[in-house]
């Protein structure tokens, strides 16, 4: 073994030096932008909540811009930078052929990201995450962005790389794990984002500066194939995370790798085109090139994610039962690891990401309905269930393993730890509920003012708004206390957490500081017992799930055609 490579004593993985350093440090800026785009929702939250606005007009603009890019570009891809990584060269056994090329893409993502966080600071760039032209910031605003997306494609590169590398060296053998497969996907869907960012970036940069022209229609189109499908990149990351912990916590099986497979290459053809949904309102667009982009072909991405929802709390079940958990329908549900956070946040992460998130975000991609939903608190509604609820919740389960396994601490406040996944998904799943629900009566998702002070007009809103949006202040207060309770664990951990010595590995202590599929990892499976049971009848050995996906579709019928009626309310048909 090179001396650059060190054996993790829990799980046997060998972890190259530069893999593990810069695993930490995108791991750490994240938890840096998590924390400033926190501060800023905070705010932001306040002003929203009209019986406490607190901001002014200029500074809830401002503050809102800098939530935006912190929230779903920085933190996001920071950590799926770290995710990239880990699913190559540490699950792989593999070497990093160009650790030279890793800190300078860190470096370009960390002064990219600077000069945008000044800029944005310094009142240049009060324009918003989409920053749609004829909206001008300032030229450092878009060079920073241009910085920061180089560097991640750099990253994305090198990923491949690796994979290349690892195959080369046979660091692993047979087909490469299906949690590094969903990296491969996350990395494939991040290649042609950043692609998209920069054909509309640079030019955008260019216009700032006065030395160009540019296409407001153009800037859309384009803009949108960074600013949707870099979420995109997520849900691949979220769900190869899932099966991840899935295995770490409770001994998850995959049930079938073709068809798990399958559903990753779905997202890489398809799932791009649900960007088309920010744009069904806009008259540039003909009706075919909006019907095909939000319905055929997006329902492909869509299959993909309803395979995905099947097939992880599938796996889980069927773990369990493998290992004797077999009363009734919910047993493996009730005898689950609900104290191990990285458990809960998978759970929670899956519900709220499919119930919510999923449901809503089908549903208001739908040409027809998008007209009553799009410019409303629902469309942030959906992407805080999906985005914060699903993505930052899959995350932060993920790190109470990363920690010990990487960072080689414990993780500090453990019994704070075990409860910070119900607060951080409690107060987002109301949070959501309540925001959405706000934008069905037509609150406007933009506007700092909802009640239209000093505006030409007047809009009167049923009386009910005011309590829906108290109880969505509310539920993003909780939410934002369980996003500081990981900020606070996470931190103080990495930094001052007992260190583990090199070689322990956890097995069996019974001490706090360590979740619970370190100390007392699944067992393993009778022999043969998981290609038994999916030789004869797989689905009737997951009977919880098949009546856990019933509700879910019966609760997306119910949905989808309550918005029909909403709708036609509107166009008095019938």
């Not at 692993?172 to 950043?194: H, R």
């Not at 796996?315 to 009363?327: C, D, F, I, K």
Request: proline share 5%.
């Amino acid at each position: 073994m090179s001396a650059s490579m060190r054996t993790c004593p829990t799980t046997g993985l060998k972890v190259d030096s530069t893999a593990d350093a810069l695993i930490k440090v995108n791991a750490v800026v994240a938890t840096v932008a998590l924390l400033i785009g926190g501060v800023a929702g905070l705010l932001v939250l306040l002003t929203r909540w009209q019986a406490v606005h607190l901001l002014d007009v200029v500074w809830f603009y401002r503050l809102l811009t800098i939530h935006g890019m912190n929230m779903l570009i920085f933190f996001i891809l920071f950590f799926e930078m770290a995710v990239l990584y880990f699913a190559s060269a540490v699950l792989l056994n593999a070497r990093v052929p160009a650790p030279k090329v890793g800190w300078a893409a860190f470096g370009l993502m960390v002064l990219g990201t600077g000069i945008v966080e000044w800029t944005m600071f310094a009142g240049k760039a009060d324009v918003l995450f989409t920053s749609y032209v004829p909206l001008r910031a300032e030229p450092p605003y878009y060079l920073g962005i241009i910085l920061f997306a180089v560097g991640a494609l750099i990253v994305v590169g090198h990923f491949f790389a690796i994979l290349v590398v690892a195959k080369r060296e046979q660091s692993y053998t047979g087909s490469v794990p299906l949690v590094t497969f969903g990296a491969v996907t996350a990395a494939v869907i991040a290649a042609v984002t950043l692609l998209h960012g920069a054909l509309v970036y640079i030019p955008t940069w260019l216009w700032s500066m006065g030395l160009m022209e540019i296409d407001p229609e153009f800037y859309r189109l384009i803009w949108w194939g960074l600013g949707h499908s870099s979420q995109q990149i997520n849900v691949a990351a979220m769900v190869a995370i899932w099966y991840l912990l899935g295995a770490f916590t409770v001994g998850g099986i995959v049930l079938n790798e073709k068809i798990s497979r399958t559903a990753f290459v779905l997202y890489i053809g398809f799932i791009s085109m649900a960007s088309a949904h920010h744009l069904l309102v806009d008259p540039g667009f003909g009706p075919s090139w909006k019907v095909w982009n939000t319905s055929y072909f997006m329902y492909m991405a869509v299959l993909a994610s309803m395979i995905h929802g099947f097939t992880v709390p599938a796996g889980l079940e069927a773990g369990q039962r493998l290992r004797g958990v077999t009363q009734g329908l919910f047993g493996w549900l009730r005898r689950a690891p609900w104290s191990d956070p990285g458990f809960s946040s998978l759970v929670f992460s899956l519900v709220i990401f499919g119930f919510v998130g999923g449901i809503t975000g089908v549903t208001f991609g739908t040409e027809q309905i998008n007209i009553i939903a799009h410019n409303t608190l629902r469309i942030p509604g959906h992407f805080h269930a999906t985005v914060v609820a699903g993505t930052a919740l899959a995350f932060m389960g993920v790190t109470y393993y990363v920690i010990p396994l990487i960072f080689r601490r414990e993780v500090a406040f453990f019994k704070m730890a075990r409860v910070q996944p119900y607060f951080f998904a409690g107060g987002m799943f109301v949070f959501s509920i309540a925001m959405t629900f706000a934008g069905t009566f037509g609150v406007p998702r933009r506007h700092w003012d909802v009640t239209f002070a000093q505006a030409p007009f007047q809009v009167q809103f049923s009386p009910a708004v005011d309590l829906v949006i108290g109880v969505m202040a509310v539920g993003g207060l909780i939410g934002i206390l369980g996003g500081a309770m990981y900020i606070v664990i996470t931190v103080w951990s990495v930094f001052f957490g007992r260190r583990l010595a090199p070689d322990e590995s956890g097995l069996g202590a019974e001490r706090l500081g360590l979740p619970l599929g370190i100390v007392s990892p699944p067992k393993p499976l009778p022999a043969g017992a998981d290609e038994s049971m999916l030789a004869r009848h797989p689905l009737g050995h997951v009977p919880g799930t098949m009546v856990l996906v019933l509700v879910f579709l019966v609760a997306f019928v119910v949905y989808y055609f309550v918005n029909w009626k909403l709708l036609s309310d509107v166009w008095s048909v019938g």
